[in-house]
């Protein structure tokens, strides 16, 4: 029985590389669809029958499983520095990958990607963060965000979007060095840095933010690791800057800054383990009080008076698009909670309550439930990021949301990890390890990368836009929206336009969300005052006269 079950183990093993290594592969014949590709199912699996495997035989793996984990861990502790620098190097190359070909084939879209790229572009060119499609034409409209006017010199040296798909891999993929800093510096033995850098790479929400499009959250994740790296080789100088710079990266990070003040100041101890360099406890208190107060200062003023003149009012602001339904602002929010305690409570459960929001849950806390108990506060603080996330309605990963908890996750990880030092991580606890990163994995990027392959009307369509001079206003719909944002106006069609071009794309496959009335507003258009000059395999373009 036990032979049967390693057996069966090591073939889950090695079909998961598989997976990993291919993307895997579908089967399509003339009345069924198979796919093999999610690693979820099979991880999960292999993990069950450990559990069996551990109630019949007394060991989790068999003994190929343990030896291939045996020969990994010596690998990374005998070279570090080659197997992280491979491991970003394919990560960045892989999500670089991922995000060119989803934006060549069509698969991006104005939301969210045109709201950032034709800010960046407009820094330089139009004006501080233009943005056609934002409240004020001005991305300050939707966010407070002035850090991403940083990327505008990156247009200056490659004048092309998939520059800034580039660099946001680089800083996500990057922040893996600063994970395997911060786990040294907090006295976490060889070969684990390594391990939890490599699993980091794999984090599917990690990974779901870098996929999707472009947004200044992503910016969350190497500050905020910076910032605890700092704070554990005793650099306050530099926590104090990385922690005002996410001041503008957006209007929710002085509520983070606020909780890491507060864990500072209420329990420095647990910022500076043992036989640790990090900053004295007694620094940590006055820094974290400092800390606590200058950040919910800023927050009210981020939120209460810079953000409304931007959008226009603070009924207007993103806040208020989010928690309208209850109130306007954070001081209404408040006044509606006591006001209607029912109906507030009510809310509440309503997004917590249900699968989505347990599914979300399980995605983004899985790997690190077992560790909470060892490093309860820095657990805690992620599990205020995601109540925040899902009191604004956000149940599902796969865009941004996360990255501002993904570095007190990790950070949570790595201190329970130190708290092990007397023994070095076990080929077994090592495979579990890496094993739960793989529970809600999805599927890997190179699968991401074969379903995003353009094919030739997306070439056709890009030439023809391409042809459509810069200094031209265009409307335009959704998914070609990315495609025509490097000039001062870019709109989505909707009504009668009034832009000096039109276009858009009906063929098969084209997405068409943003847009929902596009073929009435095709059949629509002035024949008197527009002329088509593109007709061609569903991409329609229109010239005014």
């Known amino acids: 029985m036990t032979r049967a079950l390693d057996a069966l183990m090591s073939a889950l093993a090695i079909l998961i590389g598989v997976l990993l290594l291919t993307g895997g592969a579908h089967f399509t014949g003339p009345e069924f669809k198979v796919e093999i590709s999610q690693v979820d199912a099979f991880a999960l699996a292999l993990f069950a029958l450990a559990l069996t495997r551990h109630r019949l035989a007394g060991g989790y793996f068999p003994e190929a499983i343990l030896a291939c984990s045996r020969r990994g861990l010596e690998i990374l502790e005998r070279k570090p520095g080659a197997v992280l620098a491979g491991a970003i190097a394919a990560y960045v190359i892989l999500q670089t990958g991922v995000s060119a070909w989803r934006f060549a084939s069509f698969h991006a879209n104005a939301y969210d990607l045109s709201y950032l790229d034709q800010p960046i572009w407009s820094t330089f060119r139009v004006g501080f963060l233009h943005s056609s499609l934002a409240v004020n034409q001005t991305y300050l409209g939707e966010h407070f965000a002035p850090a991403i006017a940083l990327f505008a010199p990156v247009y200056r040296v490659w004048d092309s979007v998939y520059a800034l798909f580039f660099v946001q891999s680089l800083i996500l993929g990057g922040s893996a060095w600063l994970l395997y800093r911060l786990a040294l510096a907090l006295g976490v033995r060889a070969p684990a840095p390594i391990l939890l850098s490599l699993c980091f790479l794999l984090y599917q929400p990690l990974r779901a933010a870098n996929t999707f499009d472009f947004r200044e959250d992503n910016l969350f994740v190497p500050v905020f690791l910076g910032a605890l790296l700092a704070l554990a080789t ?32 209420l329990a420095p101890r647990s910022l500076r383990p043992a036989g640790t360099a990090g900053v004295r406890p007694r620094r940590l208190r006055f820094h974290g009080a400092v800390l606590f107060v200058s950040s919910l200062a800023v927050f009210c003023l981020v939120n209460q008076e810079l953000t409304p003149i931007f959008s226009g009012g603070s009924g207007k602001t993103r806040f208020a698009f989010r928690m309208g339904a209850m109130a306007q602002s954070g001081t209404g929010l408040f006044a509606f909670a006591l006001e209607h305690p029912f109906d507030f409570f009510a809310y509440l459960a309503k997004q917590f309550l249900n699968a989505s929001t347990l599914k979300y849950f399980l995605i983004v806390f899985t790997p690190f439930l077992f560790f909470a108990r060892s490093a309860p506060i820095p657990f805690l603080i992620a599990l205020a990021g995601f109540a925040m996330n899902v009191v604004l309605g956000i149940h599902s990963v796969g865009f941004h949301y996360e990255c501002v908890i993904i570095p007190f996750l990790f950070y949570s990880l790595a201190l329970a990890l130190s708290r092990q030092r007397s023994r070095a991580l076990g080929s077994a606890p090592a495979a579990c390890i890496l094993l739960s990163f793989l529970f809600f994995y999805g599927r890997s990027p190179v699968h991401d990368l074969r379903a995003f392959v353009p094919g030739a009307h997306h070439r056709m369509v890009s030439e023809e836009l391409q042809k459509i001079p810069r200094e031209a206003s265009v409307a335009t719909q959704s998914a070609l929206h990315p495609h025509l944002t490097h000039r001062k106006d870019a709109f ?54």
């Open 234 to 265: 005793a650099r306050t100088t530099v926590f104090w800057l990385l922690c005002a710079f996410s001041w503008f990266v957006k209007e929710n990070a002085a509520l983070f800054t606020a909780l890491l003040g507060a864990w500072a100041c």
């Open 492 to 545: 989505l069609l909707a009504g009668p336009p009034t832009a000096d071009y039109v276009a858009v794309d009906l063929s098969e496959g084209i997405d068409r969300y943003g847009t929902p009335n596009l073929l009435q507003d095709v059949a629509a258009m002035d024949s008197a005052s527009y002329d088509k000059v593109v007709d061609r395999d569903g991409l329609i373009i229109w010239k005014k006269r």
